[in-house]
């Protein structure tokens, strides 16, 4: 299914849109676009009338060529030689793939974590776990989210890092789609419970298969649900 952005409705700019005032234009409408396309305001398959997304962000052109050029390499915009923009798709075929490049690296961010994390470092992660569970937005971090991107940032590998920042914004255009079929599954809290106590431990073995099975078994259950709330896209 097709969407356009051509006749977009005027809007308040998305929170924390004020604190990009210092940002250059470029940057600025980078950082929004980007944002309207995480959260799906930009429904995957669009149609970008750039005239019109430089009007609905109170630019010129030259910035939103720019960004789209930008979002380009992220993956997030398809830029054909001859024809319109369109934000990239969603596909059952990517969901899977993002899931096993996620099963990959954070498996292993979580083993090399074990043998580097402190005692605070665990406290944090505890409290992260003890904080009230994201409702509001589902494509921001979550108590479940926030845990995740934790563990694998205290791999301290910037690589492994980078690649899994990349992988998990393109993960949450798919998470606010389950949400709105009601299927993003709760906080596993006895899960991770675990697997912070396997990295507590220096088990680099452990947190390892603990994470593993974890992810696993979350995709096992929204795996049928992510098939039905991407039909629209096929």
Not at 52 to 75: C, D, F, H, I, K
Not at 102 to 125: F, H, N, Q
Request: charged residues 25%; hydrophobic residues 45%.
């Amino acid at each position: 299914m097709i969407y356009s952005v051509s006749a977009v409705e005027s809007r308040p700019l998305l929170p924390g849109h004020a604190s990009r005032r210092s940002l250059t234009k470029a940057d600025a409408a980078y950082a929004e676009i980007r944002e309207r396309i995480l959260s799906c305001e930009l429904a995957p398959g669009s149609v970008i009338e750039q005239e019109s997304l430089a009007a609905w962000l109170g630019s010129s052109t030259t910035p939103v060529r720019e960004s789209l050029r930008r979002l380009a390499a992220e993956q997030l915009v398809i830029l054909p030689a001859h024809s319109d923009a369109r934000i990239a798709s969603v596909s059952l075929e990517e969901f899977q793939e993002l899931h096993t490049v996620r099963l990959g690296l954070e498996t292993l961010a979580a083993s090399i974590a074990a043998t580097k994390l402190t005692a605070a470092d665990v406290s944090r992660l505890r409290d992260l776990l003890a904080a009230p569970e994201g409702v509001s937005d589902p494509v921001s971090d979550d108590r479940s989210g926030a845990l995740h991107r934790a563990i694998y940032a205290a791999s301290l590998n910037r690589t492994i890092i980078q690649i899994l920042d990349s992988t998990w914004d393109r993960i949450g255009r798919y998470r606010v789609l389950l949400a709105r079929a009601g299927a993003v599954p709760s906080c596993r809290t006895r899960e991770h419970e675990v697997i912070i106590d396997a990295l507590e431990r220096h088990d680099s073995d452990g947190a390892s298969r603990l994470v593993q099975q974890h992810l696993d078994d979350t995709f096992r259950v929204i795996l049928p649900a992510a098939a039905d709330a991407l039909q629209p896209y096929a």
